[in-house]
């Protein structure tokens, strides 16, 4: 069978502040340097340059990171298209605004523009066995190797084989760790990767269907709005009266056409300095040093500072990042927990 055109569809919503203090809501995660020179948005970009399987990308983001994205994106997907949403309503009305720009038997690939992957062809490959599904009705979800129990993701139980794929048996909220323990010893689970595949007509009947209130609203926002060169932007009055809801409660929870793929592809969502700190120390050294700064008598640890030279001596296990005037100092194992802090809030 013949490979479908694919349509990238690159979500950039969100503000990234479990990697505070680099990562702000003024400038998230998606558009800053983290592993080596290109952001992670510019290397979503990248894997999704070949022409001849992926057709020009829609990238759907807010008005204040506009200034990010469009010159990254200038240098690697100059035909790229943008969405911009007059304000954040998660990622099922995003969706339908890039879906409701297609034709109906277009094949979007949704992809969160701040995941890191190791290995692009992997991707590549799941991406032309996903849209096999996807052309036969199906909305695919892309289930990530589990290889930890891990409890800050969800997950995906496999069902009967379907094509290249399986059917999607159930959705998993995230679980406590005995559960996740559970799920890698049974070896029938798999990481929801928040990547999705499936035709822009399936994804709104769909969303018709379970969420008619988003569908009509996201029609209404984008009739009514403005079209200038490669930019949209849809209505703000229509937009805002969108709840906000995620495309895997709104459809992919509900849908009887739910299918998946299994890909090992060395996957991250960079979900926190811990997530960080394990991607950039793939030889598993005892510490990692970004910056200046050296680390003495303590293993597991991280300097990650802009300017000031920082010395840790005898902690193990421990973060910390310097970033102008603030100064972040973690335990690994609280790491999820930066979100709370007022000020990464308030950056």
Not at 128 to 133: F, S, Y
Not at 153 to 172: D, I, M, N, T
Not at 279 to 288: G, K, L, Q, S
Not at 330 to 340: S, T, Y
Request: with cysteine.
């Amino acid at each position: 069978m013949r490979v479908p055109t694919i349509v990238p569809v690159v979500l950039c919503g969100g503000s990234g502040t479990r990697l505070w203090p680099r990562s702000r809501a003024s400038k998230p995660k998606p558009f800053i340097p983290l592993l080596g020179s290109k952001t992670l948005f510019e290397a979503t970009l990248s894997r999704c340059k070949d022409r001849h399987l992926f057709s020009a990308p829609i990238v759907v983001i807010g008005e204040h990171h506009l200034e990010f994205a469009k010159p990254q994106a200038a240098a690697i997907a100059p035909d790229a298209q943008f969405v911009v949403e007059p304000m954040g309503r998660n990622t099922a009305p995003a969706i339908a605004l890039a879906a409701m720009a297609l034709e109906p038997q277009e094949i979007m690939l949704v992809c969160p523009s701040d995941h890191h992957i190791v290995d692009p062809q992997a991707f590549r490959d799941a991406a032309g066995a996903a849209a096999e599904l996807a052309s036969e009705d199906h909305l695919v979800a892309f289930g990530i190797e589990a290889t930890a129990p891990e409890t800050g993701y969800g997950y995906l139980h496999r069902g009967p084989p379907l094509g290249a794929g399986y059917e999607v048996q159930s959705f998993v909220e995230k679980p406590d760790l005995a559960t996740a323990l559970g799920f890698l010893a049974d070896g029938g689970y798999a990481w929801n990767g928040g990547i999705f595949a499936f035709k822009a007509g399936t994804y709104l009947n769909e969303l018709e269907k379970h969420r008619p209130e988003i569908a009509i609203a996201a029609a209404a926002a984008l009739e009514k709005g403005v079209r200038s060169g490669s930019d949209i932007r849809p209505d703000a009055d229509c937009f805002a009266t969108i709840s906000a809801e995620s495309v895997d409660y709104a459809v992919m929870e509900n849908t009887g056409r739910a299918a998946m793929i299994d890909v090992s592809m060395g996957w991250s969502d960079i979900g926190n300095w811990d997530a960080l700190l394990r991607e950039r120390n793939p030889a598993n050294e005892p510490n990692v040093v970004v910056g200046p700064g050296e680390i003495l008598g303590a293993t597991g640890s991280m300097i990650d500072s802009d300017g000031p030279h920082v010395t840790l001596i005898g902690a193990d296990d421990i973060v910390v990042v310097v970033d102008g005037d603030d100064v972040l100092v973690v335990a690994r194992n609280a790491a999820q927990r930066i979100g709370e802090a007022s000020r990464c809030r308030n950056s």
